[in-house]
């Protein structure tokens, strides 16, 4: 089993900026993709950013580039989303995932991760 989860979420003025971390435990894979994904109310899932564990490729949402970065740090088997310009737009549940198998192309997409924490609250006032 693979246990995800996320903590940094809050509350914060528009501008402002906040850093998600997602700590992951369990079974390590030999190809490893995690990504974040937001869920405002009334809305469904939607893609922010995904890193490669090995190599640390990134891709981001348009909505998010330029204000946001995905990175991780080995040693704490940890990945961040630093969240920087908040707009109220981006309030949301953010969650983080993960991919076991080498299916990057298929980053954007909820259905193809296999594993999700159990996501943290991002508010932004405006």
């Known amino acids: 089993q693979v246990q995800l989860v996320e903590s940094g979420g809050g509350l914060v003025q528009a501008g402002g900026s906040l850093r998600l971390s997602c700590a992951a435990s369990?079974?390590?894979?030999?190809?490893?993709?995690m990504g974040w994904f937001r869920q405002a109310p009334g809305k469904e899932r939607e893609f922010v950013a995904a890193?490669?564990?090995?190599?640390?490729?990134?891709y981001y949402a348009d909505s998010v580039k330029g204000r946001f970065t995905i990175s991780r740090d080995n040693a704490k088997n940890t990945v961040y989303l630093q969240m920087n310009s908040l707009k109220p737009e981006d309030t949301a549940v953010y969650y983080c995932?993960?991919?076991?198998?080498?299916?990057?192309?298929?980053?954007?997409?909820?259905?193809?991760?296999?594993?999700w924490g159990q996501g943290t609250q991002v508010t932004v006032s405006s």
């Open positions: 995932a993960a991919m076991d198998g080498s299916r990057w192309f298929f980053h954007r997409r909820p259905d193809e991760y296999d594993y």
């Open positions: 369990g079974r390590t894979f030999s190809r490893y993709v």
């Open positions: 890193i490669r564990w090995s190599g640390g490729s990134t």
